[in-house]
């Protein structure tokens, strides 16, 4: 099976525009996501996908490979779609996030190895946040959480603290970690569909997957991420890299 991954960076973000080219303790924050993911041992190939010349013109410069996409994608998924479309020989896709610059590469092989061996159409990560409802990142609105079935499979996102905890000895809370990686014909299937309900209400794309049927399977990592959102997560990552 082959597996391309795919990273996602954008140089119009609203919040901070340029984001992939700011600089992390001496390097790009897409350098350093490269960097990362050139580790990995499952992957077959990899590419920046990106709406910028700027960005193709950087990427190609620490001898990375990238690749110009359209400026309208609505969502990252949508963007993973139209790069699928130029690699064809790829059976797989992974979605890894551009914009967390300590990225471990282990997650992802784990995510690989886990998505083919269980021949899952899409797959994810789930970081372990615990049973204490109290945790910060439980009642974070910008903490994705997820429940699971016993066999991985996902039965709901949200931005909401869930489960609710009615006994809390019996809550366990999981962070979503937003890699996704899918199969062709499920990439395909999601770019081909409109928006929905859950979706637009949550602000998550992977409910439009969800509530069309698509069974997303999760496994657990104890990778915990530092996203760059704005400029002032920089700082968090420069001290996260010690």
Same mark, same amino acid.
């Given at each position: 099976?082959?597996?391309?991954?795919?990273?996602?960076?954008?140089?119009?973000?609203?919040?901070?525009?340029?984001?992939?080219?700011?600089?992390?303790?001496?390097?790009?924050?897409?350098?350093?996501?490269?960097?990362?993911?050139?580790?990995?041992?499952?992957?077959?190939?990899?590419?920046?996908?990106?709406?910028?010349?700027?960005?193709?013109?950087?990427?190609?410069?620490?001898?990375?490979?990238?690749?110009?996409?359209?400026?309208?994608?609505?969502?990252?998924?949508?963007?993973?779609?139209?790069?699928?479309?130029?690699?064809?020989?790829?059976?797989?896709?992974?979605?890894?996030?551009?914009?967390? *610059?300590?990225?471990?590469?282990?997650?992802?092989?784990?995510?690989?190895?886990?998505?083919?061996?269980?021949?899952?159409?899409?797959?994810?990560?789930?970081?372990?946040?615990?049973?204490?409802?109290?945790?910060?990142?439980?009642?974070? *609105?910008?903490?994705?959480?997820?429940?699971?079935?016993?066999?991985?499979?996902?039965?709901?996102?949200?931005? =909401? *603290?869930? *489960?609710?905890?009615?006994?809390?000895?019996?809550?366990?809370?999981?962070?979503?970690?937003?890699?996704?990686?899918?199969?062709?014909?499920?990439?395909?299937?999601?770019?081909?569909?409109?928006?929905?309900?859950?979706?637009?209400?949550?602000?998550?794309?992977?409910?439009?997957?969800?509530?069309?049927?698509? =069974?997303?399977?999760?496994?657990?990592?104890?990778?915990?991420?530092?996203?760059?959102?704005?400029?002032?997560?920089?700082?968090?990552?420069?001290?996260?890299?010690?």
């Amino acid at each position: 099976m082959q597996v391309l991954g795919v990273i996602p960076a954008r140089y119009a973000s609203t919040r901070f525009p340029g984001k992939p080219l700011a600089d992390i303790a001496g390097m790009s924050m897409v350098q350093r996501v490269w960097t990362q993911v050139s580790r990995c041992s499952t992957l077959t190939d990899a590419v920046v996908a990106t709406e910028d010349q700027r960005i193709i013109d950087h990427v190609e410069s620490f001898g990375g490979r990238a690749i110009m996409t359209s400026a309208e994608h609505a969502s990252g998924t949508d963007r993973i779609g139209e790069v699928a479309e130029a690699y064809p020989q790829m059976d797989y896709l992974l979605n890894i996030q551009g914009d967390e *610059p300590l990225l471990d590469p282990q997650a992802i092989d784990d995510l690989v190895r886990a998505t083919l061996e269980k021949r899952w159409a899409m797959s994810t990560l789930v970081h372990p946040l615990g049973g204490d409802p109290d945790h910060p990142d439980v009642g974070n *609105p910008n903490c994705v959480k997820a429940v699971m079935a016993r066999d991985g499979q996902a039965l709901y996102f949200s931005r =909401s *603290p869930i *489960p609710y905890p009615r006994d809390a000895s019996a809550a366990r809370y999981f962070k979503h970690i937003g890699i996704y990686m899918y199969d062709r014909a499920t990439l395909a299937r999601l770019c081909s569909l409109e928006r929905t309900p859950l979706e637009a209400s949550e602000s998550l794309e992977q409910l439009r997957a969800m509530e069309n049927g698509v =069974s997303i399977y999760a496994i657990e990592t104890s990778y915990n991420p530092v996203a760059v959102d704005v400029p002032d997560d920089v700082l968090r990552a420069v001290e996260r890299l010690g």
